[in-house]
């Protein structure tokens, strides 16, 4: 198994720019997420799933939005980047039934830089 | 807004020592709390996960939890040099679909 996977694992964008991160698992976990991580902070969610077709947010969502068609796949779209946006962002998985949580398994990170 | 907090170090110890790091939630109702160490510029990776008040032990790990006191600690023993990093807690959130981090607590052991 690949695990959590997430490309690119680094991107400079210009302000007004978007993108897409990448985020996939092969896991079968129907639990996905998006942090971000600024240096010295802890992981802020942006986004997650709790299965195809259904996404809620996060602690830090505006700026972003997600889609979940597939198990496996779990992009995050940035629109119109600004320097606030600059981060390190990991993807995570889990397989998670009822109100307790498992364990969540993450991707290697995408480091952006917004000028 | 939900919280869970960690003292942020560095927390320094010598090779072989005991290394002893805390973290409180705020949320009475989490029901599981889990320790990731996280390497300077890698992802998190799991430590201990705890679900039941008292102890949880893994080789050199042991997980403490109380809920009580709203209160879970990581202790390392016979610390080494490569458990320098930095370790996040995190507990769920109400309704299970989420965690919260801390903000980590940066551990480092000389030789």
């Known amino acids: 198994n690949a695990g959590v996977t997430q490309t690119p694992k680094f991107r400079i964008l210009k302000i007004g720019q978007s993108m897409t991160l990448q985020c996939a698992q092969d896991?079968?976990?129907?639990?996905m997420y998006w942090y971000r991580q600024d240096p010295g902070m802890g992981l802020k969610l942006i986004y997650y799933?709790?299965?195809?077709?259904?996404?809620d947010k996060g602690e830090v969502p505006n700026g972003y939005n997600v889609s979940r068609s597939t198990t496996e796949d779990f992009p995050l779209r940035l629109e119109l980047a600004a320097p606030s946006q600059t981060s390190v962002y990991f993807c995570?998985?889990?397989?998670?039934?009822?109100?307790?949580?498992?364990?969540?398994?993450f991707g290697p990170g995408t480091r952006l830089l917004v000028l | 807004q939900k919280e869970v907090e960690q003292n942020s170090g560095p927390l320094s110890v010598p090779e072989g020592a005991i290394a002893s790091l805390n973290c409180t939630y705020s949320?009475?109702?989490?029901?599981?709390f889990f320790w990731y160490r996280q390497y300077s510029g890698k992802s998190p990776e799991l430590i201990m996960s705890?679900?039941?008040?008292g102890d949880k032990e893994d080789g050199r790990f042991t997980a403490q939890l109380n809920k009580a006191s709203q209160y879970v600690s990581l202790l390392i023993r016979d610390s080494q040099p490569s458990d320098s990093a930095t370790y996040l807690c995190?507990?769920?959130?109400?309704?299970?679909?989420?965690?919260?981090f801390g903000k980590g607590t940066t551990l480092s052991v000389s030789s």
């Open positions: 995570a998985s889990s397989y998670s039934r009822g109100r307790s949580q498992e364990t969540q398994y």
């Open positions: 949320d009475r109702v989490s029901q599981s």
């Open positions: 995190a507990s769920s959130n109400q309704a299970g679909t989420a965690l919260i």
């Open positions: 799933s709790v299965g195809a077709g259904i996404t």
């Open positions: 705890i679900y039941s008040n």
């Open positions: 896991m079968n976990h129907n639990y």
